[in-house]
């Protein structure tokens, strides 16, 4: 699959998550550091205002890397408490400066319309289930995967929190069958799984920047100099 000029699938790649604020030091930090393509937690940045946004987009479009928007609600990890009306008139006026978009599957009364956006300018789109309290039964996983799919995704998401093996071996399990995923174990005990699961097909793998957005997450030089090891 390819995600603006990057190919996904053929190798790890790491998408460095920039939060916060974009400012060309951080910039250069995540492409030096080593990330294939950049998050924009938009929900994270301090300024939301739509013009300085767009400028934040230029800004980082000047990399070269590709973008990949996200404004994630407070449900699933989001820093800003921004109702959905508000997160779709910003993925309205962002979509067309980036490649890719990411709203999560449980955004019933926005989803539909930020995928019919991003078709409609050719963006890639990953629908995304995050949870950070447990990793739900197989069944429950793979209907998250078929409702993707039936949503329109290019990728499906599964972040879960990781508890034990058990847990462990049941993302493993769904990576292993199913295609077209991006699967990440969070917590301590699923930091394995940003390593191992690119190689087992796990389209991206994430790691901070600045910061981190998701527990276990590890920074991008770090994850990096993993994968250079193996």
Avoid: W
Wanted: proline share 4%; glycine share 10%.
């Amino acid at each position: 699959m390819r995600f603006g000029r990057l190919t996904l699938g053929s190798r790890p790649r790491i998408v460095g998550v920039i939060t916060g604020c974009v400012s060309a030091p951080l910039l250069r930090k995540a492409k030096r550091d080593g990330a294939d393509l950049l998050e924009l937690r938009v929900d994270t940045f301090r300024r939301l205002d739509v013009e300085g946004l767009k400028e934040d987009v230029a800004c980082a479009r000047s990399t070269g890397l590709p973008l990949l928007l996200t404004v994630r609600s407070a449900s699933e990890g989001g820093r800003t408490r921004m109702d959905d009306t508000q997160r779709l008139s910003l993925y309205r006026e962002l979509i067309p400066l980036v490649d890719g978009v990411d709203v999560e599957l449980s955004a019933t009364s926005i989803v539909k319309d930020v995928v019919r956006l991003a078709r409609d300018r050719k963006k890639r789109v990953i629908l995304s289930y995050h949870n950070f309290s447990a990793t739900p039964p197989e069944g429950r996983l793979r209907a998250l995967v078929r409702c993707g799919r039936r949503l329109g995704a290019d990728a499906v998401k599964i972040a879960t929190t990781v508890k034990n093996t058990e847990d462990l071996k049941r993302l493993t399990a769904l990576l292993l069958r199913e295609e077209g995923l991006i699967v990440i174990g969070m917590g301590r005990r699923g930091l394995v799984s940003r390593v191992l699961f690119p190689y087992l097909g796990s389209l991206l793998t994430y790691a901070g920047v600045s910061g981190r957005t998701a527990p276990g997450q590890p920074a991008v030089k770090e994850l990096k100099r993993f994968f250079s090891a193996l």
